[in-house]
């Protein structure tokens, strides 16, 4: 049974914005670091934003360069789901992203222990 999934991945425009979720069937998100993370065809996967666990740090969060002030990593604890609002989206964004729990807030996807299946992201005109 997957433990992660991630939902809200379509077709926008360039400029655009997008809200992916990561929710978690079996257990509390709140209790690990979440990453996201993106990988587009022929290309390796990348870490573009992880928040860290309510219970450690309280939500620290870190951005690859490339998503900085565009993107936002956040939590709703009342929904056990973690987002990743994307604004001002670009065609070079355009990739599969996955969620994924680990125990610190990294951007190395190895550092990363369970992962969702992932959602289409695509930014075109």
């Known amino acids: 049974q997957l433990q992660l999934v991630e939902s809200g991945g379509g077709l926008v425009q360039p400029g655009g914005s997008l809200r992916l979720s990561c929710t978690a069937s079996k257990f509390t998100l709140d209790y690990y670091a979440i990453g996201w993370f993106r990988q587009a065809p022929g290309k390796e996967r990348e870490g573009v934003s992880c928040i860290s666990s309510i219970s450690s740090s309280g939500g620290i969060t870190n951005y690859a360069d490339s998503v900085k002030g565009r993107f936002t990593i956040s939590r709703d604890k009342a929904k056990n789901t973690v987002y990743l609002q994307m604004n001002s989206l670009k065609p070079e964004d355009t990739a599969v992203y996955y969620c994924?729990?680990?125990?610190?807030?990294?951007?190395?996807?190895?550092?990363?222990?369970?992962w969702g299946q992932g959602t289409q992201v695509t930014v075109s005109s």
């Open positions: 994924a729990v680990s125990f610190s807030c990294t951007l190395l996807p190895s550092e990363y222990n369970y």
